[in-house]
């Protein structure tokens, strides 16, 4: 049994979080047309992250006996100028996600939906990893500039991330 303005909401969730991950999938088709197969590396890793996420709110919701309703999911933005812009795009929007899942919270508290708030704390944790980790990347590529060697040194280190599914909910 789960509060309907909850349903709707962790519905509305999930489709964020698929297109997160279509976006970041988008991101990596770009890096890989650019020969950056690193940084193609880590943004196939965070699409698969992102989807993961959306599979957690899916089994969240069905086990709370809610219905999932599959929406389409917006087409994901092709080119960028640079690869930094492509991290400046990933910060921005990352920066909405933790705004939303911060209004689920509030929505949570609002319904007195204690189960749906405890859900969604590994979640308000998780921003927090993400916003950090984007900004680490920004501020390294700041620093790199136009250095072609220092792009391609953290290509090679970007190559290395590995994927860590999310904990089952
Ligand atoms: Fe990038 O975050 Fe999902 O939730």
Same mark, same amino acid.
């Given at each position: ?11 509305? @969730? +999930? ?20 020969? /950056? ?5 880590? *943004? ?10 959306? *599979? #957690? ?6 086990? #709370? ?11 994901? #933005?092709? #080119? ?23 209004? /689920? ?15 969604? @704390? ?14 680490? +990347? ?32």
């Amino acid at each position: 049994m789960i509060n309907p303005k909850m349903e709707a909401a962790l519905n509305s @969730q +999930i489709n964020e979080e698929f297109y997160s991950s279509f976006l970041y999938l988008s991101m990596s088709a770009y890096f890989e047309s650019v020969s /950056l197969t690193g940084f193609a590396h880590w *943004m196939g890793i965070q699409a698969q992250e992102e989807h993961a996420h959306a *599979m #957690k709110f899916y089994t969240y919701l069905i086990q #709370k006996g809610g219905k999932v309703n599959l929406r389409a999911v917006a087409e994901p #933005k092709t #080119k960028w100028d640079s690869v930094l812009n492509v991290f400046e795009d990933t910060y921005e929007h990352e920066q909405k996600i933790t705004l939303l899942i911060d209004n /689920l919270v509030n929505l949570a508290i609002e319904v007195k939906d204690h189960a749906s708030n405890s859900f969604l @704390q590994w979640f308000v944790t998780e921003q927090v990893e993400e916003e950090s980790n984007v900004t680490k +990347i920004i501020d390294e590529l700041k620093m790199i500039g136009d250095n072609r060697t220092g792009t391609f040194m953290m290509d090679r280190e970007l190559k290395q991330r590995i994927f860590t599914p999310p904990p089952v909910a």
